[in-house]
């Protein structure tokens, strides 16, 4: 399995696969056909305390990644977020963020890495 990770903005690809908006709110300017989603996973996006902690400065990257790993595993909808996934052979996660890196994006990835076995 592959999973890659794109801003929402870019245009979509072949290749992208199974696309997967991990965000809790719907991009701005985006619209649903430009977006060419197959899933919408707000449920698995970050709280959005955790958002508002992060993005106000409250938190570092580190912090709010750690953070939102636990809300991962606490989460309820996980279970069906990671069986949907199992059912493709590539992935790409996406996110309105500008810095991907510094997004929700790395630490999601590699939490369904982990528990897919996957590394």
């Known amino acids: 399995m592959k999973i890659t990770e794109k801003r929402i903005y870019e245009k ?3 290749d ?3 696309r997967i908006l991990a965000d809790r709110l719907w991009p701005r300017g985006m619209s649903k056909e430009k977006a060419a ?20 400065k409250e938190i570092d990257f580190k912090k709010f990644s750690k953070k939102y790993l636990k809300e991962l ?14 059912k493709h052979k590539t992935v790409t996660l996406l996110t309105s963020v500008k810095e991907i890196d510094e997004s929700e994006l790395p630490a999601l990835k590699n939490f369904i890495e982990q528990h897919l076995n996957l590394k």
């Open 12 to 14: 979509p690809a072949k």
């Open 16 to 18: 992208d696969g199974f």
């Open 37 to 56: 989603i197959n899933w919408w996973a707000r449920d698995i996006a970050p709280s959005t305390q955790l958002r508002k902690l992060y993005h106000g």
């Open 73 to 86: 595993s606490e989460n309820p909808e996980t279970e069906t977020f990671l069986k949907e996934i199992k």
